[in-house]
């Protein structure tokens, strides 16, 4: 229990942030006069009372913490957060229940998006801008803005940033401190998230809509105003706006910074990982364009319109849809998530097993074809012209093997508690990319409201795993972690 005290003294630190933090959509309630005031104001001064008080008794256990507590802390941190942002929801509705309030939060803050509510259109302006500010908090990550907060606390936050940050290359840095690392992130976040607000007012939204998309389309969270989604606004420019944000979310954020620093646009098409990421998204809807149109499903300037919108907006993980895609010929729709489990760039929004890891495993399966031919053959594997070492490979190997057999157990739990085959492995390749709707039952005509609350909690596991990158959460459970 002792090693547990000092991580539960920062997380109650935290806490108190996170209350502070809760009192924005309490004044956003206060401006529109809703019904959810109370709701609001209650958690916040429940959370901030609670975790102050937990605070000053854990305070004589205070550390430096190790690089191995911060697994626990990023665990113990998202499932602390998620139960504290799921309190409005289950205090505001008179009939939800408290699974459905945690699957809600969950779902906001691993930027996934699959709700369980409906009624969005008329919901109380302060719920629908906490969902996408819940999205937009959980997009960069919540231990990367700690990180950049956790240095006045007195915690270190480097252990954290590589608990945290998805990616393999999990020690490169783009400033000499994490801090600073995390501060020039959030400020590339927050500079994008901005222009994305005022396209889209440009496009037609209103400021609402404007301000809470623009926060769900750059963390990739997918949470909408509207029931509808972005089939409700039906305007290309507002698709098009979207589509754009979409791909520079997706993309790796150090290449943002190279580009940002360089005044210059040539370092995304020198960044191997977003050059291969551009060139596969665009023969992708090129071809099931061409496929839409051949079979008949639509005319070609409408099958380029649907399916360069859903492919995008799935296949990086965000999860908008603007036609029921569910409704597609059955190769357009798995395509779709096939490209949510590789497409997205490390150190960016998005989910599945990062595109760098792809073209590694590809590689080296090349070179071991290669040194089968030529067994004294010397072949380097290189991304963005680094040499990848074996050991690196190795990871990469085993984190895929053990990304697609949770899949594969998941779907089982799924198919095994009642659901379809379609319905179960479209739901779990959903959450564990975090793209949101799914095929069958919980395809973008549709929620995750009709699930059962078992397969709510299946789904909810996913989705924390896929956001935690698997390694983050399984250590906890192998014995060695807990030694000594």
Same mark, same amino acid.
């Given at each position: 229990?002792?090693?547990?005290?000092?991580?539960?003294? *920062?997380?109650?630190?935290? &806490?108190?942030?996170?209350? %502070?933090?809760?009192?924005? /959509?309490?004044?956003?309630? $206060? =401006?529109?006069?809703?019904?959810?005031? @109370?709701?609001?104001?209650?958690?916040?001064?429940?959370? $901030?009372?609670?975790?102050?008080?937990?605070?000053?008794?854990?305070?004589?256990?205070?550390?430096?913490?190790?690089?191995?507590?911060?697994?626990?802390?990023?665990?113990?941190?998202?499932?602390?957060?998620?139960?504290?942002?799921?309190?409005?929801?289950? *205090?505001?509705?008179?009939?939800?229940?408290?699974?459905?309030?945690? $699957?809600?939060?969950? @779902?906001?803050?691993? #930027?996934?998006?699959?709700?369980?509510? #409906?009624?969005?259109?008329?919901?109380?302006?302060?719920?629908?801008?906490?969902?996408?500010?819940?999205?937009?908090?959980?997009?960069?990550?919540?231990?990367?803005?700690?990180?950049?907060?956790?240095?006045?606390?007195?915690?270190? &936050?480097?252990?954290?940033?590589?608990?945290?940050?998805?990616? =393999?290359?999990?020690?490169?840095?783009?400033?000499?401190?994490?801090?600073?690392?995390?501060?020039?992130?959030?400020?590339?976040?927050?500079?994008? #998230?901005?222009?994305?607000?005022?396209?889209?007012?440009?496009?037609?939204?209103?400021?609402?809509?404007?301000?809470?998309?623009?926060?769900?389309? $750059?963390?990739?969270?997918?949470?909408?105003?509207?029931?509808? @989604?972005?089939?409700?606004?039906?305007?290309?420019?507002?698709?098009?706006?979207?589509?754009?944000?979409?791909?520079?979310?997706?993309?790796?954020?150090?290449?943002?910074?190279?580009?940002?620093?360089?005044?210059?646009?040539?370092?995304? !098409?020198?960044?191997?990982?977003?050059?291969?990421?551009?060139?596969?998204?665009?023969?992708?809807?090129?071809?099931?364009?061409?496929?839409? !149109?051949?079979?008949?499903?639509?005319?070609?300037?409408?099958?380029?319109?649907?399916?360069?919108?859903?492919?995008?907006?799935?296949?990086?993980?965000?999860?908008?849809?603007?036609?029921?895609? &569910?409704?597609?010929?059955?190769?357009?729709?798995? !395509?779709?998530?096939?490209?949510?489990?590789?497409?997205?760039?490390?150190? @960016?929004?998005?989910?599945?097993?990062?595109?760098?890891?792809?073209?590694?495993?590809?590689?080296?399966?090349?070179?071991?074809?290669?040194?089968?031919?030529?067994?004294?053959? *010397?072949?380097?594997?290189?991304?963005?012209?680094?040499? *990848?070492?074996?050991?690196?490979?190795?990871?990469?190997?085993?984190?895929?093997?053990?990304?697609?057999?949770?899949?594969?157990?998941?779907?089982?739990?799924?198919?095994?508690?009642?659901?379809?085959?379609? #319905?179960?492995?479209?739901?779990? %390749?959903?959450?564990?990319?975090?793209?949101?709707?799914?095929?069958?039952?919980?395809?973008?005509?549709?929620?995750?409201?009709?699930?059962?609350?078992?397969?709510?909690?299946?789904?909810?596991?996913?989705?924390?795993?896929?956001?935690?990158?698997?390694?983050?959460?399984?250590?906890?459970?192998? /014995?060695?972690?807990?030694?000594?």
């Amino acid at each position: 229990m002792h090693k547990i005290i000092p991580i539960i003294h *920062v997380l109650a630190k935290l &806490g108190i942030l996170y209350a %502070l933090v809760m009192l924005v /959509p309490t004044l956003v309630s $206060f =401006i529109y006069r809703d019904d959810a005031f @109370s709701a609001f104001a209650a958690t916040a001064a429940a959370t $901030f009372a609670g975790s102050l008080i937990t605070a000053l008794l854990t305070a004589r256990h205070e550390r430096e913490l190790r690089p191995r507590d911060g697994f626990t802390l990023v665990v113990m941190l998202w499932l602390g957060f998620a139960a504290i942002s799921s309190l409005p929801l289950y *205090v505001y509705f008179p009939n939800i229940s408290y699974t459905d309030a945690f $699957f809600e939060a969950v @779902s906001g803050l691993t #930027t996934t998006g699959a709700t369980v509510i #409906t009624g969005l259109d008329t919901l109380a302006p302060s719920l629908n801008f906490w969902r996408h500010m819940m999205n937009w908090l959980g997009g960069m990550g919540i231990i990367v803005l700690a990180v950049a907060i956790l240095p006045m606390l007195g915690v270190g &936050g480097t252990q954290l940033f590589k608990a945290e940050i998805p990616g =393999i290359d999990k020690d490169s840095k783009m400033a000499p401190r994490i801090s600073q690392t995390a501060k020039r992130l959030w400020l590339i976040y927050l500079a994008f #998230t901005a222009a994305t607000c005022l396209a889209l007012k440009a496009a037609g939204m209103s400021w609402f809509d404007a301000v809470c998309h623009a926060m769900s389309t $750059f963390a990739l969270g997918g949470f909408s105003t509207h029931d509808n @989604s972005i089939a409700f606004f039906d305007s290309p420019a507002i698709e098009a706006v979207i589509t754009a944000a979409t791909v520079l979310a997706a993309a790796n954020f150090a290449a943002h910074f190279t580009a940002w620093r360089e005044k210059s646009l040539k370092p995304y !098409w020198r960044h191997e990982e977003v050059r291969t990421m551009l060139l596969f998204l665009a023969a992708s809807i090129a071809v099931c364009t061409l496929y839409l !149109w051949q079979t008949g499903y639509y005319p070609l300037p409408d099958a380029l319109r649907y399916t360069a919108f859903n492919l995008t907006s799935i296949g990086l993980a965000n999860g908008f849809a603007n036609a029921d895609f &569910g409704s597609w010929p059955l190769i357009v729709s798995l !395509w779709m998530f096939f490209l949510a489990n590789i497409l997205a760039n490390t150190g @960016s929004m998005g989910g599945g097993i990062k595109l760098a890891r792809a073209i590694v495993l590809a590689r080296f399966s090349l070179r071991e074809m290669l040194l089968l031919l030529h067994p004294n053959a *010397v072949h380097n594997v290189k991304i963005n012209r680094r040499s *990848v070492s074996e050991r690196t490979a190795m990871a990469v190997m085993a984190f895929v093997f053990v990304y697609f057999m949770t899949v594969v157990v998941f779907t089982l739990a799924l198919l095994a508690s009642g659901l379809d085959f379609i #319905t179960a492995l479209s739901a779990t %390749l959903a959450c564990i990319t975090n793209a949101g709707p799914g095929l069958g039952m919980v395809g973008p005509a549709y929620s995750y409201a009709e699930l059962s609350g078992l397969q709510k909690w299946l789904c909810t596991a996913v989705m924390l795993l896929g956001r935690l990158e698997i390694f983050t959460v399984f250590i906890l459970l192998t /014995p060695a972690y807990w030694r000594k």
